[in-house]
């Protein structure tokens, strides 16, 4: 299913929606929910899960929500926590939390504070932690992380703060010095910080010092000067200079 679910145009968003309408999203959580610990399964389970839910029209974020009301958030929070050194299942599980966590309407919100309540943030910083090495982890974690860290009310600054509090800061300029050349991770490095460091109050003012002091201002740098041709780079890349300045 993960493969047949696959691809972004509009056959491939047909088949999504096909898959959909035949009940394979409440199957594939089911299966998550029934082998937590084969690798395997959780693996590519999150795989077919992220795969159905790539979209962000309104059938797409129907399919997003119905993963979440089938407690696809909640497995795959699980998953990454029940096997932290196999690198398929957390590069796919942060790939499925940013994906569920997507959106900032009030379902999307409920969705990110379902996220948080089961424990992503700090499942995602511990991805980041114990892959330095593997890029799409880093990429997808960071993405992830920027999801999960996206909004300014009371809830989205306790989510900054919880996932500095959990190194989340330290991990994403580490992932952007790592891997300098993957635009994916420089890309979603940016965004991460953005958003982590993001607000007015004390406590954001030291997120944003504590990014500084870890070398974001080098890494976002780095960034702009090795992938100058990349848009997202560089407005990602200038917002969060301009947030640190």
């Not at 790539?54 to 909640?74: H, P, Y």
């Not at 009310?153 to 991990?171: F, M, S, T, V, Y």
Request: net charge negative.
């Amino acid at each position: 299913m993960a493969r047949v679910c696959s691809g972004i145009d509009a056959a491939a968003f047909a088949r999504k929606q096909r898959a959909a309408d035949a009940g394979v999203i409440e199957v594939v959580v089911a299966a998550l929910q029934a082998h937590p610990q084969d690798a395997g399964v959780q693996q590519f389970g999150c795989l077919a899960m992220n795969n159905l839910c790539i979209g962000t029209d309104a059938a797409g974020l129907a399919r997003i929500q119905r993963a979440a009301d089938a407690g696809g958030i909640e497995l795959a929070v699980a998953a990454l926590q029940a096997h932290p050194q196999v690198a398929g299942v957390q590069q796919f599980g942060c790939l499925a939390m940013a994906n569920v966590c997507f959106g900032s309407d009030a379902v999307g919100l409920a969705r990110i504070q379902r996220a948080a309540d089961a424990g992503a943030i700090e499942a995602i910083v511990a991805a980041l932690q114990a892959h330095p090495q593997v890029a799409v982890v880093q990429q997808y974690g960071c993405c992830a992380l920027g999801n999960v860290c996206a909004g300014d009310d009371a809830a989205g600054l306790a989510h900054k703060q919880r996932a500095a509090d959990a190194g989340g800061i330290e991990l994403a300029v580490a992932a952007m010095q790592a891997h300098p050349q993957d635009v994916g991770v420089q890309q979603d490095g940016c965004r991460a910080l953005f958003n982590m460091c993001f607000g007015s109050d004390a406590a954001a003012r030291a997120r944003r010092q504590g990014a500084v002091t870890a070398g974001a201002t080098e890494a976002v740098a780095g960034a702009m000067q090795a992938h100058p041709g990349d848009a997202a780079v560089r407005s990602r890349g200038q917002h969060l200079r301009d947030l640190l300045a």
